[in-house]
């Protein structure tokens, strides 16, 4: 089973760390094999980024993604600029209030995760990308739920665990 994921939104946006936390579950506590790749702006703040993950239960022999099972728009640049790249019939989880779907209602099961919201309603914008990734494992399926958020106690700070932990498990109910 190989799946691929593209993470794809704005530099500030948290898409390089959300990729580099699903691989790292994939790997230590779910046992699969992974690969993340990333790439954005020189700026980094304001500019198209993107992380890209292959999760797999056999030995990875292609590092990149060839077309994304599943995509996190997370901003309507990045949706335009990498629908292209998503495989048709593939999921997209986008943010109803930042993208726009229409062009690709028919050929993709599209989720709609309001992130934004859910993270303002939380009291810190910044971690929208953390439910996008709890609705993103949970609606691939690809790992257990347990595995992410001992990735989280792996990866992230104790004053914004339980934080990032409450988004992820807010993100997983929208999937």
């Known amino acids: 089973m190989r799946t691929e994921f593209r993470i794809a939104g704005t530099g500030g946006m948290g898409v390089v760390l959300t990729g580099v936390i699903l691989g790292h579950a994939a790997v230590v506590h779910a046992g699969l094999e992974s690969v993340q790749t990333q790439s954005y702006g020189s700026e980094a703040r304001g500019t198209a980024a993107k992380s890209e993950v292959i999760i797999s239960d056999e030995q990875i022999r292609y590092p990149k993604v060839r077309e994304a099972d ?29 993208v726009n779907p229409k062009e690709a209602e028919h050929d993709f099961e599209i989720v709609n995760v309001p992130a934004m919201k859910t993270a303002d309603d939380m009291g810190l914008r910044l971690v929208s990308n953390m439910v996008m990734l709890g609705a993103l494992v949970k609606k691939s399926g690809v790992f257990p739920a347990k595995a992410l958020e001992d990735a989280l106690h792996d990866l992230v700070k104790s004053n914004a665990l339980k934080l990032d932990i409450d988004a992820v498990r807010a993100g997983a109910g929208f999937a």
Do not use: H, R, T
């Open 70 to 98: 599943y995509s996190v728009l997370m901003s309507q640049k990045a949706f335009e600029m990498y629908l292209p790249g998503a495989k048709k019939g593939g999921v997209l989880l986008i943010d109803p209030d930042l």
